[in-house]
């Protein structure tokens, strides 16, 4: 997923989630790397020297949620890559722009953006069936 840090910089963010052993049992994980520039590889991971991962580790008496444990793990990239503020604002605007619907709200009638957090293309390149309505 590619995100503008409102510098007209491009951020690459890439979502993988797995299991791992910790503290005696299997948890569910969520890494999410960050980096500027193109990919490495067009592969996944993408093995680019400078980027920084974030992950998040789930809780086993929580149930797992993809959506929760992206934002964890993208939040703990951003503080790791010594991100301004600024920047993080912004990457984070368009993170929830690339992966939100807009939706017309029947009260007010403005268009508004629901966070859902799923990108319209899958975790791992797969395009995603859109629903049709
Ligand atoms: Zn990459």
């Known amino acids: 997923m590619r995100l503008n840090d409102g510098h007209g910089q491009n ?26 520039g193109p990919c490495a590889k067009k592969e996944r991971p993408c093995g680019t020297q400078d980027a920084v991962v974030g992950y998040a580790i789930c809780n086993p008496i929580d149930p797992f949620i993809p959506i929760l444990g992206r934002k964890i793990a993208l939040a703990r990239a951003f503080q790791r890559a010594n991100l301004s ?5 912004e990457l984070w605007k368009s993170y929830w722009d ?12 403005k268009m508004v953006l629901i966070k859902t957090g799923i990108p319209e293309r899958g975790l791992l390149g797969r395009t995603r069936k859109k629903k049709v309505a």
């Open 85 to 89: 503020v600024v920047q993080r604002i």
């Open 98 to 109: 690339a992966t939100g619907v807009w939706k017309k709200d029947k009260e007010t009638n």
């Open 11 to 36: 951020v690459f963010v890439h979502f993988y989630h797995d299991r791992v052993h910790h503290l005696g049992g299997e948890r569910r994980r969520t890494l999410a790397t960050v980096h500027l």
